[in-house]
T-cell receptor, first 113, second 118 residues
Framework: GQQLNQSPQSMFIQEGEDVSMNCTSS?????WLWYKQDPGEGPVLLIA?????ELTSNGRLTAQFGITRKDSFLNISASIPSDVGIYFC?????????????FGKGTKLSVKP | DTGVSQDPRHKITKRGQNVTFRCDPI?????LYWYRQTLGQGPEFLTY????????KSRLLSDRFSAERPKGSFSTLEIQRTEQGDSAMYLC????????????????FGPGTRLTVL
């Protein structure tokens, strides 16, 4: 079945470092969404992308819609402790789907000990 | 606070009991969604409503699960005869069409209801 693969599964960050993660699919998406989830809370929408090649920023976060439409990337610049959490990519399960989102398994960001 | 709210935040029940969760969406949103999330996984779609109409249901939504949105505002999700495998976080989200009609996928989530079935 259709699935989104997120990489890496987890990573440790040190304050001030830049962070990169990606999301890939075997099928084409026309929308990519990036969410962040803190423990015990619901996901929070960070960035939405609608066009292949689109690059969108939200503060220190920048996301790109891959030109193949099968991948997306999220970068966090100059990380801070509150960036810790789980980052999910998501997209509509099928073309024209308005609401049935499929999510990746997430990339977990933790502070380097 | 004008975000999505869910009640209760936590529910512990014994196997075989029925439970009901409530979700209040963002007031101007006409679409409401239910998802289930287990540990180490992303949210999995269960069902969604546009106003009071239930437009799509996942195969995950067995006949023990029922969702309603009677007046197109709040929604309830009921699980009958709960099983231990139902233990999960149940998330509600809402969205609106937006000016250009392409914003339904920008879903805003509530804090979730964590269900534990003993």
């Amino acid at each position: 079945g259709q699935q989104l693969n997120q990489s890496p599964q987890s990573m440790f960050i040190q304050e001030g470092e830049d962070v990169s993660m990606n999301c890939t699919s075997s099928s084409i998406f026309n929308t990519w969404l990036w969410y962040k989830q803190d423990p015990g809370e619901g996901p929070v929408l960070l960035i939405a992308l609608y066009k292949a090649g689109e690059l969108t920023s939200n503060g220190r976060l920048t996301a790109q819609f891959g030109i193949t439409r099968k991948d997306s990337f999220l970068n966090i610049s100059a990380s801070i402790p509150s960036d810790v959490g789980i980052y999910f990519c998501a997209g509509p399960r099928w073309r024209g789907s308005q609401g049935n989102l499929i999510f990746g398994k997430g990339t977990k960001l933790s502070v380097k000990p | 606070d004008t975000g999505v709210s869910q009640d209760p935040r936590h529910k512990i029940t014994k196997r075989g009991q029925n439970v009901t969760f409530r979700c209040d969406p963002i007031s101007e949103h006409n679409r409401l969604y239910w998802y289930r999330q287990t540990l180490g996984q992303g949210p999995e779609f269960l069902t969604y409503f546009q106003n009071e109409a239930q437009l799509e249901k996942s195969r995950l939504l067995s006949d023990r699960f029922s969702a309603e949105r009677p007046k197109g505002s709040f929604s309830t999700l009921e699980i009958q005869r709960t099983e231990q495998g139902d233990s999960a976080m149940y998330l509600c989200a809402s969205s609106s069409q937006g000016l250009t009609g392409d914003r339904y996928n920008e879903q805003f989530f509530g804090p979730g209801t964590r269900l534990t079935v003993l």
